[in-house]
């Protein structure tokens, strides 16, 4: 190896300004050996003699070198010179150099250090990690206040080079530096220190600028050279980056999988060592994919959730399971051929070019979450042996992993709350207090939950419902099964062309008949005859006939490519009208809930909403849902006046995405006024709240039978397309809804015209009355922005 491959230096280092001269001298070296030489030991004395003459025509080594090129003319009369510090019996074992420290000039190299260094590559230029500019200036200047000064300002930190090894594996070492052989010396652009210059330097280490004008760039001059001794620490490091990975981010998604596999390789040797996570169930031992976006399963096939025993025999399961020992295959080839009754996992890793793995349980307070995978496309690079290092990483891993899925089921469970059993947050402090009543109770075990009631609050009820969905849903229903008949009736037409069997003449004669049905009249139970009849007698048939001639293989093959592979049918028109259903209930939903953060502010209510054909809403304003705040009648006015006009912007967003449905469906609304103040109470049977007591009751069977009534003396419904109706009984109601009608007539959100009339007698409830009147849609409310695309993607992702 030539010498300048030795002396390093990287042109980056070269041009970073330092306080400090770097000269490499051996000035101390050659005092010691004039002692040495005096001394009574002859053979010691004649050795150190023999090297001060050798060194006697070349004062350069004593009086300081800066020119590298010296450095390399002497190489071999230095090697001498430092023979007693680089004993030759430990060059192969030792990883040291002579150096300057932190200016990262290195000479006079162990042969494991050349041997790390050629290793490395010829490009590849060794530095300090993480070791600025700004620490490098910082770093010389205690150096100059500790040696020349006195001082003992500890400035020490792990320092590190990381160099790649001949697989391309980074490794990890630790820089240990010795500066015996060293001193400072003042030039004349050097600033005399005083206590005060210390006190100030001492508060100001981010100040770049003052320790520069305190110590000037080359006022100083480092005489001699260090030694830099250098500790394998790759897998004390590698441990330390995977902690600061974990620590860095709450989040085990933003952990990338490249940066885990590096640190593995580190860790490992293994220089195409693949990581890898499946998820467990141990309620129903399946294995599944994992929640990570960067991480997948190695040992699950095409990603699908599989049963533990389909991939493992009962005895790897129950040391995974119940010992939650490591199942580990040094060599998967050779696993195959010793146990051919559980080869399902290792030709399953085998066809992945894995030829050996290690797969370790995950636990956490006895549960068991998944297995980790480590994996190799070589034979014995994974083992039983280098399997137990794991166990200096597994608890770091597990920590982070318990901590996600901890944190995503608390996701899962607001997800429920807010969307199935949600407990309002304006009625939630009721259900704290009941809780912590119940915990704080000495007998609290045996003590019976105590039911939360709310009295005397005000029902303000809602409802925008899409106007014929029944029919609709009935029409998407024929659309797909005539679709489907007809690709059946082409079908056996054509296999029975070429097969003149009676069963498929009989097949057609049916399918015929049921076609006819279809056309004729579509009752409750046509859909479940019609696909029965389809999957449990056509299907099988086709099947039949799939492998007699290749003409029907194709056709057959084409026919159930075009069917939804989920449920086996056409489902084209009935997908849009479902579609199209969710997209509505989602986007009326998503309103409403964001104007109910703005009316909460007003004053605290309880409310909830449901979707069925269309969105329902109920709120309950009273003094009783918030006791510690006083309460107004005027709120409620207002909350009546927020509700009317929350249900004309639901009706203009209804109108702007209209045109991007693929069916064109009407919309009805509807607001109950109800002047009574009622009690609610929360049934812990239904884990929901419903009207309390017979009288309340009125009000609920209102609610149920009002929409589909008819105006009185009509056969005309009282809700309407394009108009909202509002359903009351008594006079005042009348009058003051008026008013909101009257301003937001005004702000151009309703027609001019009111239609006010009776609403036929509903069984138990008479005497009602309702004013009807139009929605005004705004010209850019009424023009779609969105197409369905758009609609399906928002629906998807929400």
Same mark, same amino acid.
């Given at each position: 190896m030539k010498y300048q491959k030795q002396l390093m230096m990287n042109d980056e280092e070269k041009n970073m300004p330092a306080p400090l001269i770097a000269k490499i001298s051996f000035h101390k070296v050659l005092d010691a050996l004039e002692d040495i030489a005096q001394s009574d030991v002859d053979y010691r004395a004649n050795y150190a003699q023999a090297l001060l003459d050798h060194a006697a025509p070349y004062p350069e080594l004593r009086d300081g070198i800066t020119d590298l090129a010296v450095v390399e003319k002497h190489e071999k009369l230095i090697r001498n010179l430092l023979a007693d510090l680089f004993p030759t019996a430990l060059t192969k074992n030792e990883i040291k150099a002579a150096a300057i420290p932190f200016f990262n000039i290195t000479f006079n190299y162990t042969e494991r250090f050349k041997s790390i260094v050629r290793d490395a590559g010829e490009d590849?230029?060794?530095?300090?990690?993480?070791?600025?500019?700004?620490?490098?200036?910082?770093?010389?200047?205690?150096?100059?206040?500790?040696?020349?000064?006195?001082?003992?300002?500890?400035?020490?930190?792990?320092?590190? %080079?990381?160099?790649?090894?001949?697989?391309?594996?980074?490794?990890?070492?630790?820089?240990?530096?010795?500066?015996?052989?060293?001193?400072?010396?003042?030039?004349?652009?050097?600033?005399?220190?005083?206590?005060?210059?210390?006190?100030?330097?001492?508060?100001? %280490?981010?100040?770049?600028?003052?320790?520069?004008?305190?110590?000037?760039?080359?006022?100083?001059?480092?005489?001699?050279?260090?030694?830099?001794?250098?500790?394998?620490?790759?897998?004390?490091?590698?441990?330390?980056?995977?902690?600061?990975?974990?620590?860095?981010?709450?989040?085990?998604?933003? *952990?990338?999988k490249s940066n885990l596999e590096s640190i593995f390789r580190s860790f490992y040797k293994i220089p195409d060592l693949k990581i890898g996570f499946t998820e467990i169930n141990s309620e129903d031992s399946q294995f599944r994919v994992a929640p990570f976006e960067d991480i997948t399963s190695h040992i699950l096939p095409e990603d699908k959730e599989v049963s533990c025993s389909q991939m493992f025999c009962d005895n790897s399961l129950k040391a995974l399971f119940n010992?939650?020992?490591?199942?580990?295959?040094?060599?998967?080839?050779?696993?195959?051929?010793?146990?051919?009754?559980?080869?399902?996992?290792?030709?399953?890793?085998?066809?992945?070019?894995?030829?050996?793995?290690?797969?370790?349980?995950?636990?956490?307070?006895?549960?068991?979450?998944?297995?980790?995978?480590?994996?190799?496309?070589?034979?014995?690079?994974?083992?039983?042996?280098?399997?137990?290092?794991?166990?200096?990483?597994?608890?770091?891993?597990?920590?982070?992993?318990?901590?996600?899925?901890?944190?995503?089921?608390?996701?899962?469970?607001?997800?429920?709350q807010n969307e199935y059993t949600a407990i309002h947050q304006s009625v939630y402090w009721k259900f704290r207090e009941e809780a912590l009543l119940h915990i704080n109770s000495k007998s609290h075990r045996d003590m019976a939950y105590k039911e939360i009631v709310f009295r005397e609050v005000?029902?303000?009820?809602?409802?925008?419902? *899409?106007?014929?969905?029944?029919?609709?849903?009935?029409?998407?229903?024929?659309?797909?099964?005539?679709?489907?008949?007809?690709?059946?009736?082409?079908?056996?037409?054509?296999?029975?062309?070429?097969?003149?069997?009676p069963l498929i003449e009989q097949h057609i004669y049916e399918l015929e008949k049921l076609e006819l049905k279809i056309h004729e009249d579509l009752q409750a139970d046509t859909e479940s005859i019609i696909q029965n009849y389809i999957r449990k007698e056509v299907h099988p048939v086709l099947k039949h006939f799939d492998s007699a001639d290749t003409a029907i293989h194709d056709k057959i093959s084409e026919y159930f490519a075009s069917?939804?592979?989920?449920?086996?049918?056409?489902?084209?028109?009935?997908?849009?009208?479902?579609?199209?259903?969710?997209?509505?209930?989602?986007?009326?939903?998503?309103?409403?809930?964001?104007?109910?953060?703005?009316?909460?502010?007003?004053?605290?209510?309880?409310?909830?909403r449901f979707k069925t054909d269309g969105v329902e809403h109920n709120l309950y304003i009273g003094p009783s849902i918030a006791p510690r705040q006083s309460y107004n009648p005027i709120y409620l006015n207002n909350l009546r006046l927020w509700q009317l006009q929350a249900m004309c912007e639901m009706e203009n967003e209804y109108y702007k995405i209209r045109p991007s449905l693929p069916y064109d469906l009407d919309v009805t609304s509807l607001i109950l006024v109800f002047a009574t103040p009622i009690s609610i109470r929360f049934r812990m049977d239904e884990k929901r709240f419903d009207v309390d007591g017979t009288y309340n009751a009125r009000y609920e069977v209102v609610k149920k039978r009002i929409d589909k009534s008819h105006i009185k003396g009509t056969s005309e419904r009282i809700t309407a397309a394009g108009k909202i109706t509002i359903v009351y009984s008594q006079k005042a109601e009348e009058d003051e809804y008026r008013r909101y009608i009257q301003f937001l007539q005004h702000k151009n959100m309703l027609g001019n015209i009111v239609e006010a009339f009776d609403v036929e007698d509903l069984q138990g409830v008479t005497g009602l009355k309702a004013l009807r009147v139009s929605v005004v849609y705004g010209e850019e409310q009424n023009k779609s922005t969105y197409s369905y695309d758009d609609l399906l993607k928002e629906l998807a992702h929400k």
């Open positions: 590849f230029g060794i530095k300090i990690r993480n070791f600025d500019e700004h620490q490098f200036y910082v770093f010389c200047c205690c150096m100059i206040l500790n040696n020349y000064y006195g001082y003992h300002f500890d400035f020490s930190k792990p320092l590190f %080079y990381d160099i790649p090894d001949g697989n391309g594996i980074m490794r990890h070492y630790r820089i240990l530096y010795n500066a015996d052989f060293m001193e400072v010396i003042p030039t004349d652009k050097a600033v005399t220190i005083t206590e005060s210059d210390v006190n100030l330097l001492m508060d100001n %280490y981010d100040n770049l600028e003052l320790w520069k004008e305190k110590f000037p760039e080359n006022s100083w001059i480092s005489k001699g050279f260090g030694i830099v001794t250098l500790f394998d620490a790759t897998n004390e490091s590698a441990i330390s980056n995977l902690k600061s990975n974990l620590l860095q981010t709450e989040d085990f998604n933003e *952990i990338t010992e939650k020992k490591y199942f580990i295959i040094s060599d998967v080839e050779s696993y195959i051929l010793k146990n051919p009754e559980n080869d399902a996992l290792a030709r399953h890793l085998l066809a992945q070019d894995i030829k050996s793995c290690i797969l370790a349980p995950i636990v956490k307070n006895n549960k068991l979450m998944g297995l980790i995978e480590l994996v190799s496309s070589r034979p014995k690079e994974l083992n039983s042996i280098n399997a137990n290092k794991l166990s200096y990483i597994l608890p770091f891993l597990t920590d982070t992993i318990e901590r996600y899925y901890s944190e995503l089921q608390n996701e899962i469970d607001a997800i429920i005000y029902p303000l009820y809602g409802q925008i419902d *899409i106007k014929g969905s029944s029919t609709a849903r009935n029409e998407s229903i024929e659309k797909d099964f005539i679709l489907q008949i007809e690709k059946l009736l082409s079908l056996f037409r054509y296999i029975f062309k070429k097969e003149k069997l069917l939804d592979q989920k449920v086996k049918m056409v489902y084209k028109s009935r997908k849009d009208f479902d579609n199209a259903l969710s997209i509505i209930n989602k986007r009326m939903a998503a309103i409403l809930d964001k104007k109910q953060e703005e009316a909460q502010s007003f004053f605290p209510h309880y409310y909830e």
